[in-house]
Each structure stands twice: as C-alpha cells, then as structure tokens.
C-alpha cells in the first residue's frame, strides 16, 4: 500500500497543477503577462486575461472540465447552470465528466431599473425546483457578483447550490456566500491608475489592443441590434 502523501507534497501538487493550466489558457491566447496593458477600467496591467478566448480550444476546454468535475465528482449534481458564452461551453464539458449526469442550462444576463440580473428562461423553469442540486460554473470569477445573482436566482426557487467551479477566479475568497469555490487557477495580479503606474514611470510604451478589440466588439453587437 502507498503511503499517503505528505502535506507539503499536496501543496507542491496543487502548485504544479495550477502552472500546467495557466501554461494551456496562456496557448488560447487568453493569458498575457509581461506587457503593460491598458484595461477596459483604464487602469495599468502587466497582466490580462482575454475571457472571449478562454474556452476557444475544444480540446483544452474538455480537459479542463474534466478536472472541474473531478472535484465535484463526490457530490450528486442535478444541474450546471451558468451564464454566458464562454462559461456556458465549460458548463457542457463539466457536466458531460460529471458522474451524476446533470444537464446543462444556463441563465440570461440583463438589466431592469439599472441593476445587473440574472433570469432563468421560462423554458428552464421546471428543471431546477425545491431540493434540486446545482454546480455553478464560470470561466473567471473577479469580484464574484454574477456568481452572487446565480445563488440567488437558485435559492429562490427553492434549489441547493453545491458549489461553485470556474477556470480562473481573482478574488482571494474561496467561498461565495458561503458556497465553496474550486478554481483551476487562482491568482490575481495588480492594476494601477495610469497616474501612479510604474510602468508608465519607466517610460514603458502602453499595449491598447485589448480595449480597442472589446469596443469593435460592443460596436457590432450595436449594429446588430438594429431593425434591419
Ligand atoms: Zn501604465
């Protein structure tokens, strides 16, 4: 019988594991570091993470919801639910490694009287209920608020949330209202306003691509809107 594995050993562990998933989201092309980054907040980074292309490489995704999934494997799910593109295609792969089985939906983001929210399409309303058991699932957890609406939207209606599993989560907090979270990687980096950046003191040229790129995003997503 092998012996089990000593604690700095598990720590070690989880470390390896968590520079094996940064390596394969920094070959998405979602992870930049070493750069100074102007972010869609206008502050200064040497890091950025490009959500749109977190989950682009089947391949990765699948692998990735796996170990998600291993996590959770221990408790029966009935439900993953998420909200968004990019979390929604994680959603799928965790589910499909999850043994339970549990189906996939997911909630639709929106506004009313200027407040974020999250609603469960009518169409979903009869899949979760009173005891049922759900994982959330989300690419990047940052202040954790969209993960807030999702437990609320759940215990309202009467289902108990398992948890919740994401591929990056920025927040040092491993539990959101009280619901344990599982990451894959859990760092969070500085950000500077421009006027105290120190890159900018060391005259270091500001990279504005990914800002430019997220508002030729939002200017077709306008353009579709229009009656045609
Ligand atoms: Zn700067």
């Not at 959500?51 to 494997?73: D, Q, R, Y």
């Not at 940052?142 to 939207?153: A, D, E, M, Q, Y």
Request: glycine share 8%; hydrophobic share 35%; with cysteine.
């Amino acid at each position: 019988m092998t012996p089990p594995p000593r604690k700095d050993e598990v720590a070690l562990d989880a470390e390896v594991r968590e520079k094996i998933h940064l390596e394969i989201l920094k070959r998405t092309g979602a992870y930049h570091s070493n750069d100074h980054i102007l972010l869609p907040s206008g502050h200064h980074a040497t890091e950025y993470i490009d959500k749109a292309l977190v989950t682009t490489e089947p391949s990765f995704t699948e692998g990735l919801g796996a170990v998600i999934a291993k996590h959770f494997a221990q408790w029966p799910v009935d439900v993953v639910l998420s909200t968004g593109p990019g979390a929604l295609i994680l959603s799928h792969c965790v589910a499909r490694a999850h043994p339970s089985r549990p189906i996939v939906v997911y909630g639709a983001k929106g506004e009313s009287s200027g407040k974020r929210r999250v609603v469960l399409p009518p169409e979903f309303h009869r899949v979760i209920g009173k005891g049922t058991k759900v994982l959330i699932v989300e690419d990047l957890v940052t202040t954790g608020s969209t993960v807030k609406l999702l437990i609320h939207l759940v215990e309202q209606r009467g289902g108990q949330v398992a948890g919740i599993g994401c591929l990056w989560r920025r927040t040092s907090k491993g539990e959101i209202e009280g619901k344990p979270v599982f990451s894959l990687v859990s760092r969070d980096f500085p950000t500077y306003p421009a006027s105290a950046c120190p890159l900018c003191k060391n005259g270091v040229a500001l990279n504005e691509e990914f800002v430019k790129r997220r508002e030729r995003r939002r200017h077709v997503s306008t353009e579709e809107k229009k009656p045609s």
